[in-house]
């Protein structure tokens, strides 16, 4: 019985990666079962067996990609040598996680205006996260007497994630009606939010 379980174990994950691939390169949208159980010389009726829609998989794919970003973050958990780094790791990272994953999140795009539970969901965890991340280095810092003593340093962090997500939207919003960033404006934004970590940070001096 194990074993038959491992095996299922061993071939959802195989669906995934697959099917991550192909997300990546081509996109929700222009992404078909069909195209997934080819990729896998696997019968479409087998692949329906473990996930009964693209939309299912989809999430199973963010949500495996979501953790791998988690993994990340706790890797770094309490390394940092400045307050300084613990925020420029936060936005390079998240920079980097978007430009990599570009086309994978056309979903995104689709949905923007109605996206389901999943995804505010997975949101939730990685801002949690991020913000476990950075209150810990500003309380550590805090702790060297390198910043001052702040009595609510989880509200600062908020704060700072808030004005990151404002900076990528007033940019955009500016010029489209959709509120995600096209990809040649990624690169605009996250030097904005460079700017916005040495005004954050020296304020906390």
Do not use: C
Request: aromatic letters at 12%.
């Amino acid at each position: 019985m194990s074993t038959a379980v491992d095996q299922q174990d061993i071939k959802r994950e195989k669906i995934l990666e697959a099917s991550y691939q192909r997300f990546l390169h081509y996109g929700y949208s222009k992404t078909t079962m069909n195209e997934i159980a080819g990729d896998l010389s696997m019968s479409k009726a087998l692949l329906y067996y473990y996930f009964p829609d693209k939309s299912e998989l989809y999430m199973a794919v963010m949500r495996n990609l979501a953790s791998h970003y988690l993994q990340m973050l706790e890797q770094k958990f309490d390394t940092f040598n400045s307050l300084r780094e613990a925020f420029l790791f936060q936005v390079n990272t998240h920079h980097d996680f978007m430009i990599k994953n570009y086309n994978f999140f056309d979903f995104f795009r689709m949905n923007e205006q109605n996206p389901p539970d999943t995804v505010w969901k997975i949101v939730g965890q990685i801002r949690e996260a991020e913000i476990k991340l950075l209150t810990n280095a500003i309380d550590k810092e805090s702790e060297k007497g390198n910043v001052k003593q702040i009595d609510n340093p989880k509200e600062i962090v908020e704060l700072f994630l808030d004005a990151l997500h404002g900076l990528k939207f007033g940019n955009v919003l500016t010029q489209k009606k959709n509120s995600f960033p096209q990809r040649e404006q990624l690169d605009e934004i996250h030097n904005r939010r460079l700017l916005l970590i040495d005004i954050f940070v020296n304020g906390l001096k």
